[in-house]
């Protein structure tokens, strides 16, 4: 028996076919979007909902690869990118306009962030915003909508609902508008409720019915079977009418089932441009600075944390392409590998802390713990003998040590961190992830298969149409992890810890105004 796993991401979707008894990946593929991201101004990031729709062209060419038919697949499960939304009529249809308001707002749209900021102001005092870290993201549904309101009144009044793209492309599939505890807790806000009318409408007087008039329908836990395979969706995948389709998922706490990790003490990291940290503890422990803390919002019957760093890939990738002297790029490109890679092995023969530096990866801002965007990085201690491998070791170790700072927050509320478990682009990196491991003075163990969040959405579809009771009995039986592949060596953890201290020190520091100097001294662009 097969279980298909849809993962849309950023740029395209990918399908896996996966063998229900042992999660054993048989055959893959994916399809770009025709109309990729489109950015018509600065902060924009929108899609062409009917890109996703022909991205589903990936079963059957996974199928294939498989060597499997239709009739062996008794289950689907999709993920999606969040907070990923798009306006549509009552029966799902996208809206057609020429204002590009009524295209899919991708996640990384940040053009709402004045709305986001206007929210976070009305809604401080709130006891539930501290189950978001006491901030609302520009990327979330709110301030998207609310940009919508505001910009283009007449899509606003248009459309019937304002669609989670991971709930949308269930509803394609099996003609059912279902919105998944996921994405409703953590990117739309939803506690036991909505945010209240009231305080909606002092930020537009059109605003205060938004949750009801536009959010409003059934949520379902995780694992939930939404329904069978319409006409239409059986069309658009290759797949049997009727076949069971689990409700939506957000990618990346797809990837915690993938890893065997739906049980509390897992830490799931998912390392690329930015890291998440996911956990799932059995009772409520408010923890300072999380994006989020949602009721059953990765596994049933859990409460699902969130943490992240919002640069950690992304923080190399910058140093590497407006930092490094072209002479590194010669060498590596003589030796046929990446600069990334030569730095990495050059910094690799460094004793730990020979290069007396200390970085705040702060260079996005930072997100978890304290929540701050507004924040910038910090690189201390160069000399005139500083190179370019010492600068891009002490950013690796800014990254481990923000990590150590989530693993201690978490810790210090009084949930276990017991074992941690990378996924994502950067796991490739062996000289990064042992430096995870000495900092963090604990073993490194690495998701077994390299489409996590594929994976992760089959094992929802395995649970949609029975095959496993519950996710934590498809997790344990179907999900992928090499344990303990990096050991923490006790002679580096000493060093980092004392390292770390010294991080801890300029994270207080900067953290609490310091980093504020900086900012009067920038010189700001004219209008």
């Known amino acids: ?51 996703y729709l022909d991205a589903l062209r990936a079963v059957p060419l996974a199928l294939r690869e498989a060597g499997a038919s239709p009739s062996d697949v008794i289950g689907i499960g999709t993920d999606f990118t969040a907070s990923t939304v798009l306006p549509v009529l009552e029966d799902g249809t996208p809206l057609q306009s020429s204002s590009p308001h009524a295209l899919a707002k991708l996640w990384r749209h940040h053009a709402a962030s004045s709305q986001a900021a206007r929210f976070n102001a009305v809604f401080a005092s709130e006891p539930w915003m501290e ?52 994405t409703a807790g953590y990117k739309g806000l939803y506690q036991s409720g909505y945010p209240s009318p009231q305080l ?13 008039q536009k959010l409003d329908t059934p949520i379902v836990p995780l694992g939930t079977r939404v329904g069978g395979l319409s006409a239409r969706g059986a069309s658009l995948t290759g797949l049997l009418p009727g076949t069971p389709v689990a409700c939506g998922v957000i990618d990346a706490h797809a990837t915690v089932a993938a890893a065997g990790a739906a049980s509390p003490g897992q830490l799931v990291a998912v ?30 019957g859990h409460w ?43 910094g690799d023969g460094l004793a730990v802390g020979s290069h007396g530096l200390v970085a705040l990866d702060w260079h996005d801002g930072n997100r978890s713990v304290l929540v701050d965007h507004a924040l910038s990085g910090v690189v201390v201690g160069q000399t005139l003998a500083t190179r370019a491998e010492d600068v891009y070791r002490a950013l690796m170790e800014a990254t481990a040590f923000g990590t150590r700072t989530i693993v201690t927050a978490f810790r210090s509320a009084g949930l276990p961190v017991e074992s941690f478990v990378a996924a994502g682009g950067l796991t490739q990196n062996p000289v990064l992830m042992q430096i995870y491991a000495d900092v963090l003075g604990m073993p490194v163990s690495l998701i077994g298969s390299s489409e996590g969040a ?74």
């Open 1 to 51: 028996m097969l279980v298909v796993g849809i993962d849309f991401g950023t740029l395209s979707a990918r399908a896996v076919v996966v063998r229900v008894s042992d999660g054993a990946e048989l055959g893959s593929a994916s399809v770009e979007y025709a109309h990729g991201v489109l950015e018509p101004e600065p902060q924009w990031a929108l899609q062409v909902p009917s890109d």
């Open 200 to 212: 909606l409408a002092s930020l537009h007087p059109d605003f205060g019915s938004f949750a009801a």
């Open 454 to 527: 594929a994976l992760g959405a089959a094992i929802h579809g395995a649970v949609a149409c029975g095959a496993y009771s519950s996710l934590g009995e498809a997790s344990a039986a179907m999900g992928s992890v090499r344990r303990d592949v990096y050991i923490p060596d006790p002679a580096r953890v000493s060093l980092y810890t004392r390292l770390y201290a010294e991080y801890v020190t300029l994270h207080d520091y900067f953290g609490r105004g310091g980093n504020s100097v900086m900012h009067r001294l920038r010189v700001k662009p004219a209008p």
């Open 304 to 346: 699902g944390y969130e943490a992240g760093q919002s640069g950690a890939g992304s923080i190399l990738a910058w140093y590497v392409e407006h930092q490094v002297p072209g002479s590194y790029s010669a060498a590596a490109a003589a030796e046929g590998i990446s600069v990334h890679t030569l730095l990495s092995r050059l």
């Open 271 to 300: 390392m690329g441009t930015s890291t998440c940290h996911m956990m799932v503890g059995s009772s409520l422990r408010p923890v300072p600075g999380m994006c989020g803390v949602v009721d059953g919002g990765i596994v049933p």
């Open 131 to 182: 189950m978001y870290g006491g901030l609302t993201s520009a990327e979330w549904e709110f301030p998207k909508a609310l940009q919508v309101l505001e910009e283009a009144p007449d899509v606003y009044a248009q459309m019937r609902f304002w669609v989670e793209a991971a709930d949308w492309i269930v509803w394609q599939l099996t003609g059912t508008y279902v919105r998944n505890a996921c």
